[in-house]
């Protein structure tokens, strides 16, 4: 029976940081990983800018080299899969993590097509994989959409989006300039501040334009096949004829997969416990990498200010031996 050093879930940008420094470190290490490497950039739209630059979405003081001033998802893709395919560093793909626990001193991991045996167990799985539900009748129907990958499909559509965010944002003033006629239900009085600074004044000034459409401290209530009905900011209950919903609510960690490994969730934003200078949860040797340490408040961490935890991490597990 081969017992790892280190078995670590996820192999997006702060996984692979992880595996990096194990590999350094002459650690044993596995990243196990559901989909391709960095799964949730892979899934990103397909024209999606990110906010940092550049230099901030490094790893293992790599560049990262592109013309744009900002990279885009499929400059991360290139970057990220090829520093994987360059460092020849050892991912399964394509496996599920079932279940962690742990005998003793030695953790036992169950996947979809095997089982492991590790010392330490790094969770670095992201929030991208569960979509924050708004939980309305027809939020079912095939014409809902959670996720958001181009604008050609909506065509002279008729389209709600829902929310302010970046991507709400960025899958309104995509498809309405391929021809979707938009209409944003928005819950906040205003377009979130977090919005893009170079995109902000664009949708403000499509929707003073009336190009798009925003409804205001408005909500969603009901989805019909041919329609939507909401709820305005005087309360009054109105119905629009709709072809497709961009629900772009956000997304959530894997909770009964944290909860199930033994870690301590607190508070409404259900946080997972760990230890901030070491990374290290409540299950002794079992850690946390990566924008999954925020819980609900997934805005708290990004790839440029969780980097760190890889270092931190590897520097504790080799402090106990």
């Known amino acids: 029976m081969e017992i790892l050093d280190i078995l670590i879930i996820g192999a997006g940008p702060i996984g692979l940081n992880c595996a990096l420094e194990a590999k350094k470190n002459n650690l044993n290490y596995l990243i196990i990983e559901k989909g391709t490497i960095v799964n949730s950039l892979y899934n990103y739209p397909l024209y999606m800018k990110f906010f940092s630059t550049a230099d901030k979405l490094e790893i293992d003081e790599i560049p990262l080299i592109t013309t744009a001033p900002k990279p885009g998802r499929q400059d991360a893709l290139e970057y990220y899969q090829g520093i994987a395919r360059q460092k020849n560093i050892n991912i399964n793909l394509y496996e599920k993590v079932l279940k962690v626990s742990k005998n003793g001193e030695i953790f036992e991991i169950k996947t979809s097509k095997s089982k492991y045996f590790a010392k330490n ?3 670095s799985t992201g929030f991208y994989d569960i979509p924050n539900l708004m939980n309305i009748p027809g939020e079912n129907l095939e014409k809902v959409k959670h ?4 604008p050609y499909p909506f065509a002279k559509q008729k389209i709600v989006v829902v929310g302010s965010s970046n991507s ?7 498809t309405y300039r391929k021809g979707a006629e938009v209409t944003m239900i928005i819950r906040n009085s205003e377009i979130s501040p977090n919005v893009k ?3 902000k004044p664009d949708i ?3 929707i003073t334009e009336r190009n798009i459409t925003a409804h205001f401290n408005s909500e969603l209530i009901e989805i019909k096949e041919n329609s939507v009905i909401f709820k305005d900011e005087n309360g009054k209950i109105n119905e629009i004829e709709n072809d497709f919903v961009l629900a772009m609510t956000g997304y959530l960690p894997d909770f009964d997969f944290l909860k199930n ?3 301590d969730l607190q508070g409404d934003c259900l946080k ?3 230890n901030e200078e070491t990374m290290e949860t409540n299950v002794p040797d079992l850690y946390l990498a990566g924008v999954v340490c925020g819980g609900k408040d997934t805005h708290l961490w990004f790839i440029e200010n969780s980097r760190i935890h890889a270092d931190i991490i590897i520097k504790n597990i080799i402090s106990k031996k």
Do not use: H, K, M, Q
């Not at 996720?147 to 181009?150: A, D, F, L, M, N």
């Not at 709400?168 to 995509?174: H, K, P, R, T």
């Open 121 to 123: 167990v790094i969770i």
């Open 147 to 150: 996720y958001y990958t181009e």
């Open 168 to 174: 709400s944002v960025d899958a309104a003033l995509e």
């Open 197 to 199: 600074y170079w995109v």
């Open 204 to 206: 403000e000034n499509r």
């Open 261 to 263: 490994s033994g870690i």
């Open 272 to 274: 997972p416990f760990y």
